[in-house]
C-alpha cells in the first residue's frame, strides 16, 4: 500500500496514477526491465522505460545488475524501516525469508558495491553497513 511505502525518505505512487503524465515527480525508482529476472519486476520495469521523462533509478532482485554505476549505502534505522515496509509483502513472506533476503543483499552490495562501480582494487569509501546496488539511466 502507499501508506506502508510513504515515508520521510521517499513519497510512493503506483505507475498508473497521474504522476506519470504531469511529470510531478523527481525521480524515479524501479525494478530493472531486464535484469531483475522476476516477470512482474521486469514488467514494471518496462512500463517505467515507456513513461518516465526525468531521472531513473533501477534494482533488481532476482537477477544481478550487468552494470550498477551507483551505490547507496544506508543505516540500521533505515534497514528497519525497509523491514517494516515488508510487512506490505504478507503473501510473499509466507513463502520466502524476505527480511533475510533484506539484510543479506544490502550487507552484500555493501562489501561488493564499491568495487563493482569503482574498479576491482577501490575502497570502500562509506562506513554503512549496508546498501543498495542501482543502475542510473
Known sequence: SSDVCSSDLFDWRAPDQAAWDDGAYDLVLSPHPEDDRHPTH????REAAERVTGDWWRWA???????PTRLVPFDRPTLGRLEDALSAHAGERERL?????LR???ELAAVRGPELIGGFGAAREHAEPFAELLDVA
Not at 42 to 45: F, I, M, S, T, V
Not at 61 to 67: C, D, M, Q, S, V
Open 42 to 45: 521486469a514488467a514494471a520495469g
Open 61 to 67: 532482485l532476482w537477477g544481478e545488475l550487468r552494470a
Open 97 to 101: 525469508d524476505l527480511l533475510v533476503l
Open 104 to 106: 543479506a543483499r544490502a
